[in-house]
Nanobody, 126 residues
Framework: QVRLVESGGGLVQAGGSLRLSCVASGGTANMYAMGWFRQAPGKEREFVAVISWSGGSTHYADSVKGRFTASRDNAKNTVYLQMNSLKPEDTAVYYC???????????????????WGQGTQVTVSS
């Protein structure tokens, strides 16, 4: 059983930056692609970014492309999401997740992920 714990969320002004971290324990999460999702109040959870197990490949939602960067340090079992030029519409709870081991490529849909963290709140003020 993989356990994921996110941190790094907080309140930031528009145009500011935050770096989220996701630490995995209890399994071999560093062998799988890791995704970031977010859920705003009253909205469905949506894909943000995914990074391959090696860190060599990434994919982003159009809404964050050019502003967010996913990275990972497998030696630390940690995945990061650097968020720059934040906008009020980025306000949400952000979740990390491990991609299922039977999914090929970089998944962008919720069902393609097996384990989820508890989330960390990001609030961007205008």
């Amino acid at each position: 059983q993989v356990r994921l714990v996110e941190s790094g969320g907080g309140l930031v002004q528009a145009g500011g930056s935050l770096r989220l971290s996701c630490v995995a324990s209890g399994g071999t999460a560093n062998m799988y692609a890791m995704g970031w999702f977010r859920q705003a109040p009253g909205k469905e959870r949506e894909f943000v970014a995914v990074i391959s197990w090696s860190g060599g490949s990434t994919h982003y939602a159009d809404s964050v492309k050019g502003r967010f960067t996913a990275s990972r340090d497998n030696a630390k079992n940690t995945v990061y999401l650097q968020m720059n030029s934040l906008k009020p519409e980025d306000t949400a709870v952000y979740y990390c997740a491990t991609q299922r081991n039977d999914i090929y490529g970089l998944g962008t849909r919720l069902y393609e992920y097996a384990y989820w963290g508890q989330g960390t709140q990001v609030t961007v003020s205008s």
